[in-house]
């Protein structure tokens, strides 16, 4: 059974940081892109990173660039994106997704960006 499980979503001041961790299970983890996506209240879910199987490879949403960070430890398959920088519209709920031939979500992690 395929397991993907996000962490370290939370409450953060704007200009803060956080890092979200997505630990994936029951899955040859190098095999898959991973990529991370969120969704605002009354918003449609938006790619925010994306990361190749191992890791050569990563691109970012337009709104992100350079303050967020996407990186993976196939050794720990586990993929993590760092934030920086955090401002009010990147409170959202955050999606681990692991893409192969098939593809996997996780339940998400919320963060808050708020003064």
């Known amino acids: 059974q395929v397991q993907l499980v996000e962490s370290g979503g939370g409450l953060v001041q704007p200009g803060g940081s956080l890092r979200l961790s997505c630990a994936a299970s029951?899955?040859?983890?190098?095999?898959?892109?991973m990529r991370w996506y969120r969704q605002a209240p009354g918003k449609e879910r938006e790619l925010v990173a994306a990361?190749?199987?191992?890791?050569?490879?990563?691109n970012y949403a337009n709104s992100v660039k350079g303050r967020f960070t996407i990186s993976r430890d196939n050794t720990q398959n586990t993929v993590y994106l760092q934030m920086n920088s955090l401002k009010l519209e990147d409170t959202a709920v955050y999606y681990c997704?692991?893409?192969?031939?098939?593809?996997?979500w996780g339940q998400g992690t919320q963060v808050t960006v708020s003064s």
């Open positions: 990361i190749s199987a191992r890791g050569s490879i990563r």
């Open positions: 997704n692991a893409q192969d031939a098939q593809s996997y």
């Open positions: 029951g899955l040859t983890f190098s095999s898959y892109s």
